[in-house]
């Protein structure tokens, strides 16, 4: 079950940019569902983040979208600290926030040019999410900015006790964007939590019921 907040001052509805017929949406519903990805699609994707890298941080990264990471850290009942895992990194818009507030991070990315055009506030690995180079029960908290969900992989690394924090910075108009309801629906199990909007975005913060 997920609890709908209140949205957080200075909400703002996202600008249209990418309906439901937005192709990535298709992608991100069957990698969450149904497991379809292979190395043809991951190396599509990997290109296409490459040439995307480059204006990343400059073109994606604004308080408006920042805010979802920040209002999801505050008020998704999520401890400062531990150890966390960021996955489709990027260039880092969620890392530095992390970081601030004394975590332990490592960010992995299937784009090498969206890692080397990231900061070096945590350690970088290149790989692909659907098989996670990481332990099972490995990290305490599992972040996740605009990301393909991999809920097998997901489920393996985090801790009994851990949380998934979900974070779409354009709220319905994110390309890779799935409701709360659907991620919870998607991660293997029963799956509590909260949720709210923020910025032009939302999030969700999850854990085992």
Do not use: C, Y
Not at 12 to 38: I, N
Not at 158 to 169: C, E, F, I, S, Y
Request: net charge negative; proline share 7%; charged share 25%.
């Amino acid at each position: 079950m997920l609890t709908r907040l209140s949205d957080a001052p200075g909400t703002v509805d996202p600008e249209p940019f990418a309906g439901a017929d937005h192709p990535m949406r298709k992608v991100t519903r069957q990698v969450a569902f149904d497991g379809r990805w292979d190395a043809e699609r991951a190396a599509k994707i990997a290109q296409l983040f490459d040439g995307l890298a480059p204006d990343w941080a400059s073109d994606r990264v604004d308080d408006l979208k920042v805010a979802p990471i920040i209002d999801a850290l505050d008020r998704g009942d999520v401890a400062n600290g531990g150890r966390w895992l960021e996955l489709g990194s990027g260039t880092g818009a969620g890392t530095g926030v992390l970081v601030e507030r004394g975590a332990t991070v490592v960010v992995l990315d299937l784009s090498a040019e969206m890692l080397a055009h990231a900061s070096d506030d945590a350690p970088k690995v290149r790989g692909d999410a659907s098989q996670l180079p990481f332990g099972t029960d490995h990290v305490d908290a599992v972040l996740m900015v605009n990301m393909l969900l991999f809920p097998g992989e997901v489920d393996r690394v985090l801790r009994p006790d851990g949380v998934v924090v979900w974070v779409n910075t354009l709220g319905d108009q994110t390309p890779i964007h799935l409701p709360p309801q659907d991620v919870a629906a998607a991660l293997p199990g029963t799956w509590r939590g909260v949720w709210a909007r923020a910025g032009a975005g939302l999030w969700a913060t999850l854990r085992r019921s």
